[in-house]
């Protein structure tokens, strides 16, 4: 028992027991004051955060409408020349079924021969073109 | 540094985010504008170039057309004569279509 000696707290320790029990109250009032007091600061960066997200989803919209209109405006101009191509054909053969007729019963003067009157030849050009409107 | 500084470096650091992101936005929706242009000028040529060719093909079979008519008539009676004359009527309003066509791309 010779070897330990009883000592009485000092009060120091006793202040710093006392701090860390009463700490959590001030703490709490201390950050309740501070956001209190900087509350409208608080609002912006909120604001602005809030502002940054809205940007990104509406620039993502218009540039996803922007791809979607130059998607639109390939396929329009494909669609066309298609079309074009095909109307080009469609009319080519037609002059082309005209002039053989012409060169046929005309210029080598076989109609005669062929048995196809003038009315006959009317009446097949006019039928070529009703059929090929 | 208290929590007032903090809050103010937050404020200046949020503030210098969303410029930096409306900068961004900007150029982003800017260069898909300008590719947006570019898109619909291809497009345009390309319909032009198929419009432009439709009339020269048409143009070529007119003039061929044309020709063997000449040739044809001296043989030919009224009523066929009105049949080709409607034939070719109807052609050059084929003609005027394409050209309209040609400007309205």
């Given at each position: 028992?010779?070897?330990?000696?009883?000592?009485?707290?000092?009060?120091?320790?006793?202040?710093?027991?006392?701090?860390?029990?009463?700490?959590?109250?001030?703490?709490?009032?201390?950050?309740?004051?501070?956001?209190?007091?900087?509350?409208?600061?608080?609002?912006?960066?909120?604001?602005?955060?809030?502002?940054?997200?809205?940007?990104?989803?509406?620039?993502?919209?218009?540039?996803?409408?922007?791809?979607?209109?130059?998607?639109?405006l390939l396929a329009e101009a494909e669609a066309y020349v298609a079309k074009k191509n095909a109307d080009t054909h469609?009319?080519?053969?037609?002059?082309?079924?005209?002039?053989?007729?012409?060169?046929?019963?005309?210029?080598?003067?076989?109609?005669?021969?062929?048995?196809?009157?003038?009315?006959?030849?009317?009446?097949?050009?006019?039928?070529?073109?009703?059929?090929?409107? | 540094?208290?929590?007032?500084?903090?809050?103010?470096?937050?404020?200046?650091?949020?503030?210098?985010?969303?410029?930096?992101?409306?900068?961004?936005?900007?150029?982003?929706?800017?260069?898909?504008?300008?590719?947006?242009?570019?898109?619909?000028?291809s497009a345009r040529r390309e319909k032009q170039s198929a419009a432009i060719k439709a009339?020269?093909s048409?143009?070529?079979?007119?003039?061929?057309?044309?020709?063997?008519?000449?040739?044809?008539?001296?043989?030919?009676?009224?009523?066929?004569?009105?049949?080709?004359?409607?034939?070719?009527?109807?052609?050059?309003?084929?003609?005027?279509?394409?050209?309209?066509d040609k400007?309205?791309v």
């Open positions: 028992m010779d070897d330990f000696e009883i000592i009485e707290p000092t009060r120091d320790q006793i202040s710093v027991k006392d701090s860390r029990t009463s700490n959590p109250i001030g703490t709490h009032r201390e950050i309740v004051h501070a956001v209190a007091g900087n509350m409208d600061k608080i609002i912006d960066i909120a604001k602005d955060i809030v502002d940054i997200e809205k940007m990104k989803v509406q620039s993502s919209a218009m540039l996803a409408k922007m791809a979607e209109d130059r998607k639109m469609n009319v080519v053969q037609r002059m082309r079924v005209i002039q053989d007729l012409l060169r046929d019963f005309y210029v080598h003067n076989q109609a005669s021969a062929s048995g196809l009157s003038g009315e006959d030849f009317s009446r097949i050009i006019t039928e070529l073109l009703t059929r090929t409107e | 540094m208290d929590f007032s500084d903090v809050i103010d470096a937050l404020k200046y650091v949020s503030s210098v985010a969303k410029e930096s992101e409306y900068l961004k936005c900007v150029e982003d929706i800017r260069q898909s504008g300008l590719e947006t242009l570019r898109v619909e000028a009339l020269h048409f143009d070529i079979e007119m003039v061929k057309l044309r020709v063997i008519l000449g040739l044809a008539k001296q043989n030919r009676t009224e009523s066929e004569s009105t049949a080709l004359e409607n034939c070719i009527s109807d052609l050059e309003k084929q003609r005027a279509r394409l050209v309209q400007r309205s």
